[in-house]
């Protein structure tokens, strides 16, 4: 397994090393969206620091991306697999990262998809599968960023507390 995240870490430009190895390996089993603190619950024995460099890395180089829920915490999603259009305009996901950019169309911003936050828990889940729909911006417009979060409450949160 080890192998296999040093490989997906070089093919992102990031050098493997034993810490960062760790701490691919643990937040890819978050099934949420996971904060800082998070991370850090899971690994007593890394500095802060160090959690934080690697989190930084990972984000500059497309591997985990950031999004505000309103908790006041920052939180990081780990991003989908590059996305790439055919000469016919329809998407497909490629199995290797094309930082050459020979893939044509290469999608930017791979991570624009829908989250859902509990309001009773604070975990945000990512629906990967649901794309931000597209809106129209006034013409000159630089779009920066696009965050599309619903909130509501969890399954499990819901099974525990149901509304009254």
């Known amino acids: 397994m080890n192998e296999e995240i040093a490989q997906h870490l070089q093919n992102h430009d990031v050098r493997p090393t034993a810490v ?5 390996r ?5 099934d949420y969206a996971f904060s ?18 690697a989190l930084t890395l990972f984000v500059e180089h497309d591997l985990l991306h950031t999004l505000d ?12 697999e590059h ?3 055919d000469d016919d305009g329809k998407e497909h996901e490629c ?3 094309c930082l050459d950019g ?7 911003n791979l991570c624009q998809h829908v989250h859902l936050t509990c309001s ?3 975990k945000t889940y990512c629906l990967k599968n649901e794309r931000i729909p597209e809106v129209h911006v006034p013409e000159g417009f630089q779009v920066e960023s696009i965050q599309y979060i619903i909130h509501g409450v969890c399954p499990k949160c819901a099974h525990y507390h149901p509304k009254s």
């Not at 960062?20 to 691919?24: F, L, Q």
């Open 20 to 24: 960062r190895i760790m701490i691919w």
């Open 26 to 30: 643990t937040l890819k089993d978050f």
């Open 36 to 53: 800082m603190a998070d991370l850090e619950g899971l690994l007593p024995t890394v500095d802060r620091s160090t959690i934080f460099r």
């Open 69 to 80: 829920d309103g908790s006041g915490e920052k939180k990081y999603c780990i991003c989908l």
């Open 83 to 85: 996305v790439h259009c």
């Open 95 to 97: 199995q290797h990262v």
């Open 102 to 108: 020979s893939c044509a169309h290469h999608h930017h």
């Open 120 to 122: 009773v828990c604070g």
